[in-house]
């Protein structure tokens, strides 16, 4: 959660909405389309996690609905709930990795800067591959 608010402005406010555990599970199951059962259901078998509350309640997110649907629709497709299971952690997976990726390449953006020093004796950033500007 954390990870993603640095350098993002106010994007983190949405995400932390839908992270946001609201629903009880009858709200939950009408805006995911499927039976209350079918929820409890998942939550035994791991494919989803709602928070709890104090009196272990489960509470849904948007996230978690989303996640529902998403389960649903797989379902639908024919895709038994071990394989349904295997999809979503590939997909976490791919979601984590494309995160890394995309900070080792703001990280590399600012290695590769290379300095120099101009006539004037002025220091300057220049672009890899390229010469710094000529004395003024």
Sequence with gaps: MSR???GQGLGHLAEDAAERAVYVVSVAAELAGMHPQTLRQYDRLGLVSPARTRGRGRRYSHR??????????LSQEGINLEGIRRILDLEARVEELETDN??????EAVVQRIFAAAADGEVQVVAPGRRGRGPA
């Design 4 to 6: 993603r608010r640095a």
């Design 64 to 73: 978690d609905v989303e996640r529902l649907r998403r389960i649903q629709s």
């Design 102 to 107: 995309a900070r080792m390449r703001s990280r």
